[in-house]
């Protein structure tokens, strides 16, 4: 019988099938975009050095500006380095810093870092983690203004970065936060508002705001994506209700 089933029904069936079940695909496909920055250390670690540098090259140029001094490391004495542990000098200057920051993927010595930047961590494994929470509580509405209420933390944070960061990556107003040193009094140790160090403002800035856009942005997506499959879904199956029919006939 599916024999005599054109191609083109069969195609729909599929379809059909695949949007009744996106869930698990794309699950499947979301874990998989996780674990690749983190597959990239092992690659180099364990002397698989192309399939590292594939995913470095590929990360980098689509994601994640992949700095060496905001960058987890695997391998290596310590999980996060400043710019003065690593074994090169910068200038102070932005082109040239960035790209040096960026093109320093580790060594022996060091461990080699995540394909992605301390804030993606947290921001897409936030995501998957919501992507997970959906998938078995099913929640039928995320409020937008919570959303974006959620992603505001990473705005600012980001965009007060991306102006420090314009002059130079290892100085100005995010890099010293000698405002917030002001603003709490010094309550805290030089290590908390200099660098950005794990542990540091700036690192927990990061992490926090990764988190909240990763909750805000998949919780309020998640309903709205599995209404969409389902309605095409529908939309699919009485398609192929219809050329049933037709063949009875």
């Known amino acids: 019988m599916s024999q005599t089933i054109p191609s ?18 794309l ?22 050095t192309p399939v590292g540098n594939v995913i470095y090259s590929v ?17 290596g004495e310590k999980l996060m380095y400043t710019p003065d542990d690593l074994p090169f000098d910068l200038q102070d200057e932005f082109l040239p810093d960035t790209d040096a920051l960026e093109a320093f993927r580790g060594s022996t010595e060091f461990g080699w870092k995540l394909a992605w930047s301390d804030r993606l961590v ?11 929470a959906f998938a078995k509580f099913r929640w039928k509405h995320f409020p937008l203004w919570l959303g974006v209420l959620l992603a505001l933390p990473l705005i600012i944070d980001g965009a007060t970065h991306m102006h420090s960061d314009s002059a130079s990556v290892i100085s100005g107003y995010r890099y ?8 709490t009094g010094d309550a805290f140790s030089p290590s908390f508002y200099i660098g950005d160090a ?21 919780g309020w997506a998640m309903p ?19 050329w049933r029919n037709r063949q009875e006939k």
């Open 8 to 25: 083109n029904v069969r195609f729909v069936m599929r379809m059909e099938r695949a949007f009744r079940n996106w869930i698990p695909i």
């Open 122 to 132: 947290a921001m897409y494994g936030s995501m998957l983690l919501t992507f997970i």
């Open 27 to 48: 699950l499947s496909l979301f874990v998989l975009f996780n674990a690749l920055p983190i597959i990239a250390p092992i690659a180099m670690k364990t002397g698989l």
């Open 224 to 242: 709205i994506t599995d209404r969409y499959f389902h309605r095409n879904a529908d939309t699919l199956a009485q398609k192929l209700d219809n």
């Open 198 to 218: 794990l542990g540091s403002f700036n690192s927990t800035m990061r992490l926090i705001s990764g988190i909240l856009l990763g909750i805000g942005f998949f």
């Open 176 to 183: 010293d936060n000698a405002w917030l040193a002001s603003l």
């Open 59 to 75: 990360y980098g140029g689509l994601l994640s500006h992949q700095y060496a001094n905001r960058s987890f490391f695997l391998f």
